[in-house]
């Protein structure tokens, strides 16, 4: 397909080729050799061509050719670049026409040109990058934003500006930025406008936004054709506009809007970066033009302020007094520097430049079109390598090419158009999203897009409005929203048919109609009942009639489920609900052994145990200094059961002596005291309070049971049982009315009716102030969601109508509209009270256990540590005593000695106190006597001596 375009292309210049290649037979012989080129290596030619093509007449091409003339001259005064080469610009007018444009590309390839710059236009660009690519001439353009022109379809395409990729993703930024999810797109119909807004909207897609309409100008619209254009998006519903239009011709949307009052307050208008080349291109902007400018919000191309820059800017004054300047004008001069550079780089890696003939041009030869004058630049390939790897510093900044070939690190200037002219409110790269400081100063830091880092200064709105408007109004286009409303059978306070206007009544309906009366803009409407009125209509296919834009809203008890949410966005819920399950009970019967209710069996045993751990504690601590805690074990083993249990109720007489011994007791009666007024509160709630029973415990036990359960018929509960629990289908009965509902649970499973119901709380409040306590709810309730109004997808009345119903329940008016529908007194309690769920577990006193453990524990060191202690001191003369009876055997003393002072331990254990202390104070006093003794042994004996 490319190649036959091409072809087609081609023969488009039987008009001039002919002619031309006559003109050229005096210098090429037909039988000339099929190379031709430059003069030999040796001797480097004398200049070089290059071509530029782009539109003499337009903002961007009046400011583009003298930029390329004071570029050639730099170029050529420059003794560092292309040493002794001259660098010629062969130029060709476009003139704005993609016939006109591709006829003067081939005529730039028969000046055997190195290189191509321009054009200006990305559809032109298209239609010329087949011939580049079929004759090897790198193609720069300075103008085409395109985003679809791909490096992998035009090899030797290359695009020294921006890509309006980056713009629309700067745009889709600024717009979450400012919270708006819908815009209207105002475009040429051309390449690039329809593949930019494209992008766009493919990037607001990702941020959950969307392009609302798309609203195509034919090129070259009059005014009356764009008048008609902004009148119908004027009757939609988004008040935010996207104009990615042409600098020539853009102006004028703007004019046609301010005709139409579309420039005043509640308006946003977005431009790309036409608009700020359509005013820097300018002499001077007049105030009826700033007048209908004011308060939009145009993005510019962002240029790093530099010395060259300010030179080169400077130096514009000079070159064309009378004409504005803009940024293109910099990016066609760096784009002859870049080409002069990349040639300085090839001659210096001892290149030439030859051009050979193309052998698909030469088989047209047997028709009247000759096209034996275009040749192929033989080193072309190599020289766009070249150009690639460029790496240097411009006007318009750091010139470099990424993977994509795109330039590095681009960014974008967002401007305020206010009062005389524009104010910069901030920046835009692909580094830092949002900013208001210059994208350079941030590159040396981690790139950060997130959300929170994006910052703009504050700016102002059309009608010199300083907060962000809300981005769009009801539709003024005479049709009311439409609003399905489900015509209901059961529990008709919610919402139900009404003979009086608007046609329905009910909770659900004052809540939206107090929602909408807090709305700052009116909302015409019109309710439509959904369902026959014989039975509940199915919520879900209610919510699908939203989805197939049968309905603008569905209005009712519409639950809030996964599902639901995929399709259409849903307000903030009004009220809270979930699935509860609903049984008949009965009055629980008493038993004999309810006094053991109060506990669970883990608490009982451990509550026991720890009564006899403690007894056996404090006859540890006691019976060395107590005289009770002493006597014969059968008496000591009666003594523990008898103090561990009367404890139980204050009424131990046996006395604690021993420190250690009432520090644990008076822990453990703090224990005590609270276990017992737990039980006893437990207690009496058991045998006092009316116990209800049923067969169904909550939703595991129902699941089980393998009974029928009901439903309601046309709520989600069916198909949450199926989907989530598993339950079969022919379980399931569906129930129509709060008749059916009792009727059912009356006559059980085994009559024909149900073993329970599973239902959403809001319902079952309902149901129960009927049942006279017949039925309660079992078990907790296993979902928790809430009902709130369906929207189509990304309706912004949906934010709005969500923010009013929190305002309704802040201001206690939700409440309110309760009690004024749902105000039932309920004479029974709506849950039953299961006996094992109030009994004290051990989970509940654990804590109580630990320190009682923990000071027994404490205590019990203390108390061996001094036995041990003890034991060591009266260990000496209990050694001495068994060692004298014993035979002197080293193998056999050590062995001898540890039975024995075992047994010394225990009994040391045994003895009473005031007994140990005894036989230490003798000990002590036995051994001060000997001491005593030997020394006057000693001294007598020196005296002989001496």
């Not at 444009?101 to 087949?130: D, R």
């Not at 006092?688 to 089980?704: A, C, H, K, N, P």
């Not at 509209?817 to 309690?829: M, T």
């Amino acid at each position: 397909m490319a190649k036959a375009i091409r072809v087609v292309l081609l023969c488009l210049s039987v008009l001039w080729v002919v002619p031309k290649e006559c003109a050229c037979r005096s210098n090429f012989s037909r039988n000339s050799s099929s190379t031709s080129s430059l003069p030999p290596l040796s001797q480097k030619p004398s200049s070089v061509n290059v071509g530029a093509l782009f539109t003499y007449d337009s903002f961007i091409g009046r400011a583009a050719k003298p930029a390329f003339i004071a570029a050639m001259d730099d170029v050529n005064a420059d003794q560092t670049v292309l040493k002794g080469i001259k660098l010629n610009i062969v130029f060709q007018d476009s003139n704005c026409s993609g016939f006109i444009g591709t006829m003067g590309a081939l005529q730039l390839m028969e000046n055997k040109v190195v290189a191509a710059i321009g054009p200006q236009s990305s559809g032109i660009a298209h239609m010329i990058s087949y011939v580049s690519n079929e004759l090897h001439v790198p193609l720069l353009s300075f103008g085409a934003t395109d985003p679809t022109l791909s490096s992998l379809q035009y090899p030797y395409f290359l695009r020294t500006t921006q890509n309006d990729y980056f713009q629309m993703h700067a745009i889709a930024d600024f717009l979450s930025y400012s919270g708006w999810r819908q815009v209207i797109a105002i475009f040429v119909d051309d390449e690039c406008g329809r593949n930019g807004i494209s992008v766009l909207g493919d990037v607001l897609a990702k941020k959950r936004s969307r392009i609302s309409y798309k609203a195509a100008i034919t090129p070259g619209a009059d005014s009356s054709s764009i008048k008609d254009l902004l009148v119908s998006v004027n009757l939609m519903e988004s008040r935010v506009f996207v104009v990615h239009v042409n600098p020539d011709s853009g102006l004028n949307v703007f004019s046609v809007a301010k005709s139409l009052g579309m420039m005043g307050s509640g308006y946003v208008w977005i431009a790309t970066d036409w608009l700020p080349t359509a005013m820097d291109s300018m002499e001077h902007v007049d105030s009826d033009t700033m007048d209908f400018l004011q308060g939009v919000v145009a993005f510019r191309h962002y240029t790093i302020e530099s010395s060259v820059k300010r030179q080169f800017i400077a130096r514009w004054k000079n070159l064309r007094p009378n004409d504005g300047f803009n940024s293109y004008a910099m990016y066609a001069y760096d784009s002859v520097w870049l080409v002069a550079r990349a040639l300085d780089v090839f001659f210096r890696e001892n290149n030439k430049i030859t051009f050979s003939n193309d052998p698909n041009l030469h088989k047209t030869n047997g028709s009247t079109i000759q096209l034996s004058a275009l040749s192929v630049f033989n080193e072309g390939e190599k020289f766009m390598k070249i150009i690639l790897g460029m790496n240097h510093t411009g006007v318009t900044g750091p010139i470099q090419f990424d993977s994509d070939r795109n330039r590095v690190n681009p960014a974008y200037e967002v401007l305020n158009l206010e009062g005389t002219g524009p104010r910069t409110v901030g920046y835009w790269s692909n580094h830092s999203g949002l900013s208001v400081v210059h994208p350079e100063t941030l590159y040396s830091k981690p790139p950060n897009t997130s959300t929170a880092n994006q910052r703009l200064h504050g700016i102002i709105w059309p009608g010199e409005v300083t907060k962000p408007p809300r981005g769009w109004v009801f539709p003024n286009n005479g049709k009311p929203l439409k609003i399905g409303v489900p015509n209901r059978v059961s529990y008709t306070d919610y919402v139900s048919k009404d003979k009086n206007p608007p046609g329905v009544r009910g909770y659900c309906i004052d809540v939206f109609e107090a929602a909408i009366e807090l709305l700052p803009y009116p909302v015409p409407r019109t309710y439509i009942l959904y369902g026959d009125g014989k039975r509940n209509p199915s919520y879900d296919n209610l919510v699908n009639e939203v989805v197939a834009d049968h309905f603008d809203v569905a209005v009712g008890d519409i639950t809030i489920v996964t599902n639901r949410t995929r399709y259409v966005d849903f307000t903030q819920p009004f009220i809270e609900s979930g699935l509860v399950v609903v049984a008949p009970v009965k009055e629980a019967k008493s038993s004999p052994w309810s006094f053991l209710k109060p506990f669970t069996i883990e608490m009982w045993a451990v509550t026991g145990a720890f009564f006899l751990f403690v007894g056996a504690m404090v006859w540890i601590l006691e019976h060395r200094f107590n005289q009770e805690f002493r006597g014969p074990p059968r008496r000591q083993l009666i003594t523990i059961f008898w103090f561990s249990f009367s404890t139980m109720f204050f009424s131990h007489r046996e006395n604690t002596v021993s420190s250690l011994g009432r520090l644990v007791l008076i822990i453990w009666l703090f224990v005590v005291l609270i276990i017992n007024s737990s039980y006893t509160a437990s207690l009496t709630s058991i045998l006092t309070v009316r116990q209800l029973t049923s067969r169904i415990e909550g939703i595991d036990s129902l699941v089980t049971s393998n009974e029928p359960i009901g439903v309601q018929d046309g709520t989600f509960a069916r198909n949450y049982l199926i989907n989530e629990l598993n339950i079969l289908p022919s379980r399931i009965v569906p129930l129509k009315d709060e008749e059916q509902y009792l009727s059912a649970l009356l006559r059980g499973p085994k009559a024909g009716g149900v073993a329970a119901i599973v239902d959403e709380l809001p319902y079952i409040e309902v149901l129960l102030t009927n049942s006279n306590c017949k039925f309660r709810t079992v078990g907790q309730e296993f979902t928790r969601t809430g009902w709130g109004f369906a929207f189509q997808r990304d309706s912004p009345l949906a934010v709005d109508m969500s923010t009013a119903i929190l305002q309704l329940s802040e201001e206690g008016e939700l409440e309110k509209i309760h009690r004024k529908w749902l105000n039932y007194k309920h004479e029974c309690s709506m849950q039953i009270s299961n006996s094992e769920d109030s009994q004290l577990s051990l989970k509940s006193f654990w804590g109580l256990f630990l320190i009682c453990g923990i000071s027994c524990f404490m205590a019990l060191t203390v108390f061996f540590w001094r036995v041990f202690w003890q034991y060591q001191r009266l260990l000496p003369e209990s050694a001495d005593e068994e060692r004298a009876g014993e035979v002197s055997e080293p193998s056999r003393s050590g062995r001898g000695l540890r039975a024995p002072s075992f047994k010394e331990l225990i009994k040391v254990v045994d003895k009473r106190e005031a007994e140990i202390k005894e036989i230490l104070k003798q000990k002590s006093s036995k051994k001060l006597k000997t001491t005593q003794s030997a020394a006057g042994t000693s001294q007598s004996q020196h005296g002989e001596i001496t």
